[in-house]
Every structure is written in structure tokens, then in C-alpha cells.
């Protein structure tokens, strides 16, 4: 069973950075792509962005793209998120995702295994 455990959430202020990370355990990290998604008060949640098996393709929500860095260390079995620039509508819980595969996806019900999330507030 893959556990996925998120942390780096926090408050900051507009223009300001977080990096979020995001723990895997359970099986082995290089047969899985990952993503990340967020969800705002009284919204549906969204896509960020997806890092293939091996960090060598990404894609980025066009909401992010150029603020935003997703990364991956597959000796520490982990994911990050550099997040830049940010903004009051960047205001959300940050959730990372796991689905077995090559390149993951864009859509959260291709996902097999989710964290629990991380609260990122932007204050402006």
C-alpha cells in the first residue's frame, strides 16, 4: 500500500515561496508517475502539475506555469513542489498523488493514492 505524506504548507505573503514536499513509502517510486492537485474553499479540485517516472517530462496547469517547479529525488522516494511568485488565488490545500505508470495524468480520478494535503494560504 503506498502512503504519501505531505508537508511545507504555510502562510505567506503575495510574491513570497514555499517548497512542498511529498513523502512516498509502500513500493517502489520509480514505477510511479506523480501529480499535484489543490482545492480551494467552495471549489472542485484542480490540477497543478505531473512529473513522469524519471523527472524527464512535466506538465504544468497554464494557472502556474512559470511559478511553479516540480521535482523528484528517487533516492529519497520523494516529490517536490518549488512554488514562486505566489498569489492570494494560490490559496488552497495542496494534495500530492500517485498512479503507477510512466507519465501520470491530468485527471484526479486516474490517481491511485493520495495524501491527506498540506494548507498553503497567500495573504496579499
Known amino acids: 500500500q503506498v502512503q504519501l505524506v505531505e508537508s511545507g504548507g504555510g502562510l505567506v505573503q503575495a510574491g513570497g515561496s514555499l517548497r512542498l514536499s511529498c513523502a512516498f513509502s509502500?513500493?517502489?517510486?520509480?514505477?510511479?508517475?506523480m501529480g499535484w492537485f489543490r482545492q480551494a474553499p467552495g471549489k472542485e479540485r484542480e490540477f497543478v502539475v505531473r512529473?513522469?517516472?524519471?523527472?524527464?517530462?512535466?506538465d504544468y496547469a497554464d494557472s502556474v506555469k512559470g511559478r511553479f517547479t516540480i521535482s523528484r529525488d528517487n533516492a529519497k522516494n520523494t516529490v517536490y513542489l518549488q512554488m514562486n511568485s505566489l498569489k492570494p488565488e494560490d490559496t488552497a490545500d495542496y494534495y500530492c498523488?500517485?498512479?503507477?505508470?510512466?507519465?501520470?495524468?491530468?485527471?484526479?480520478?486516474?490517481?491511485?493514492?493520495w495524501g491527506r494535503g498540506t494548507h498553503v494560504t497567500v495573504s496579499s
Open positions: 498523488a500517485a498512479v503507477r505508470g510512466l507519465h501520470g495524468s491530468r485527471w484526479d480520478k486516474d490517481y491511485d493514492y
Open positions: 512529473i513522469s517516472w524519471n523527472a524527464a517530462n512535466t
Open positions: 509502500g513500493r517502489i517510486f520509480t514505477m510511479y508517475a
